[in-house]
């Protein structure tokens, strides 16, 4: 593992913007065809919903495989989304995905325990408007604050972990505990590429809601405007695998030792 200065930050998120240019439709087409595999999923109801977050990690290596494709100068195609399904790797990335809804369980019940869950429902069902005041009382942002300190450090170690599963052929033990200590040693350089990722979503979302108001053709251009920054993110997220654990080889197909 190489030492990271808290800059790479940074320069990681401006490589996710180089990589993402050099194939924006390809890494679209990729995203696609996750939304379709997702809503196929939502189509049964809370098994469909674990089941999504559980093939996260499975997801995720595809993007990754197909930013290691952008660099290697290769196409990008639908078929990276299926790379993790592939045994023994599926396994092994879903029980990644099992730890990711934990987390996002534990996460959930902080908030919960901490805000006011009854304005939450009021608000979110619309028989409340928002309003500072009441938002203020509720104590939803000191209870989201709690919520992201618990699931953003632990879905970092899980991001980490997935391609140290398929590059570095770890099991998912192995690859928490080099992925924590990666993320340990490189803290104050994954504050900086989160909050660079947060910022740069935030103020382009806000810029378009200025500038067209809350409407139909704003909140499609911020679906598209997310989807730009979903193939950004895993494509930084590339680049900052290959600052910490060094570049994978050209040769993708790793083999997996047998379980």
């Not at 995720?60 to 993790?84: C, D, H, K, N, Y």
């Not at 192995?174 to 803290?187: C, N, Q, V, W």
Request: with cysteine; net charge positive.
């Amino acid at each position: 593992m190489n030492k990271i200065a808290a800059s790479a930050g940074w320069s990681w998120v401006k490589q996710g913007f180089a990589l993402f240019r050099k194939q924006p439709g390809g890494m679209s087409t990729l995203f696609l065809a996750y939304m379709i595999v997702t809503a196929l999923l939502n189509l049964v109801p809370l098994l469909g919903q674990v089941a999504q977050g559980v093939l996260l990690p499975v997801f995720s290596i595809g993007f990754m495989r197909a930013a290691q494709q952008i660099q290697l100068e290769r196409p990008v195609v639908p078929a990276l989304l299926g790379t993790g399904f592939h045994k023994p790797l599926l396994g092994r990335l879903c029980v990644l995905g099992v730890l990711h809804i934990v987390a996002a369980i534990v996460a959930a019940g902080v908030l919960l325990l901490i805000a006011d869950t009854e304005t939450l429902t009021q608000m979110a069902t619309g028989r409340t408007q928002p309003d500072p005041e009441l938002l203020r009382g509720s104590g939803l942002f000191p209870g989201m604050l709690m919520a992201l300190l618990i699931y953003l450090p632990a879905i970092t170690v899980i991001c980490f972990a997935v391609p140290l599963v398929f590059w570095s052929a770890m099991g998912p033990g192995k690859a928490l505990f080099y992925a924590f200590f990666a993320a340990k040693r490189a803290f104050t350089a994954f504050v900086v590429f989160g909050f660079s990722l947060f910022a740069i979503a935030l103020i382009s979302s806000q810029v378009v809601l200025l500038l067209l108001g809350f409407g139909p053709f704003s909140l499609a251009l911020l679906r598209v405007l997310f989807v730009l920054l979903f193939g950004v993110a895993h494509c930084a997220l590339y680049a900052a695998y290959c600052d910490i654990f060094g570049t994978p080889a050209a040769d993708d197909k790793t083999p997996l030792p047998s379980a």
